[in-house]
């Protein structure tokens, strides 16, 4: 069985900073994709940044410039770290990943945690 567990989110001003943390456990062989997505409330999620093993990272055009991805492959961890923080960054954020256990490549996602950027 795979885990996700997401940290670092809270309460911060317009302009402030938040480091998320997204850690993997389990019977893990690899993780290929790595992603953070978003929702907010009375919107569909949606995709925020993606790193993929071995590539670049590509993000939403709303965050680009704002916010970086970054993976520490020997943990098992994404992180998602993000400046410059407006009023529409708030939503749950979310972490997905893409793992090679026993079972094979399946998709897995975090429980979500809360970001807030008010005023």
């Known amino acids: 069985q795979v885990q996700l567990v997401e940290s670092g989110g809270g309460l911060t001003q317009p302009g402030g900073s938040l480091r998320l943390s997204c850690a993997a456990s389990g019977q893990i062989f690899s993780i290929n994709k790595m992603a953070w997505y978003r929702q907010a409330p009375g919107k569909e999620r949606e995709l925020v940044a993606i790193i993929i093993s071995g590539g670049n990272p590509d993000y939403a055009a709303s965050v680009k410039g704002r916010f970086t991805i970054s993976r520490d492959d020997a943990k098992n961890t994404v992180y998602l770290q993000m400046n410059s923080l407006k009023l529409e960054d708030t939503a749950v954020y979310y972490c997905?990943?893409?793992?090679?256990?026993?079972?094979?490549?399946?998709?897995?996602w975090g429980q979500g945690t809360q970001v807030t950027v008010s005023s």
């Open positions: 997905n990943a893409n793992v090679n256990s026993w079972g094979g490549w399946s998709d897995y």
